[in-house]
């Protein structure tokens, strides 16, 4: 993870068009201090932050809003996540996942 946020990396694109990629979550990021003591997760706000980042990174012109959030699973310090994304009509649709499992689904407007 560098200071401006995760690396993302294992950038891949399916038959079916979606492109995924994985970043790790470091084991202690400064994000979680206060959220919650001796059981730290990463802030919904912060994960969000990092689908933006990465969907930028992509070269997707998105807007810095979400059409819906939907969070799911917890995301822990030191967790591996892999972001799936799809275009459908004028959304980028992200599933982000822990272990294969999906932990948010997202919907970001495309401008």
């Known amino acids: 993870m560098n200071p401006d946020g995760p ?4 950038w891949r694109t399916a038959g079916d068009g979606s492109v995924s990629c994985r970043t790790q979550v470091p084991a ?8 919650f003591p001796g059981a730290p997760i990463i802030p919904g706000a912060v994960l969000l932050g990092w689908v933006w980042a990465a969907a930028r990174g992509h070269g997707w012109n998105i807007r810095p809003a979400a059409v819906s959030t939907r969070f799911l699973h917890p995301v822990l310090p030191g967790d591996r996540l892999t ?7 004028d959304n980028l649709s992200v599933n982000l996942l822990r272990e294969g499992r999906r932990t948010a689904v997202y919907h970001l407007p495309l401008v």
């Open 28 to 35: 202690g990021p400064n994000c979680v201090e206060g959220h």
């Open 7 to 10: 690396v993302f990396t294992d």
């Open 83 to 89: 972001f799936c994304f799809r275009i459908r009509g």
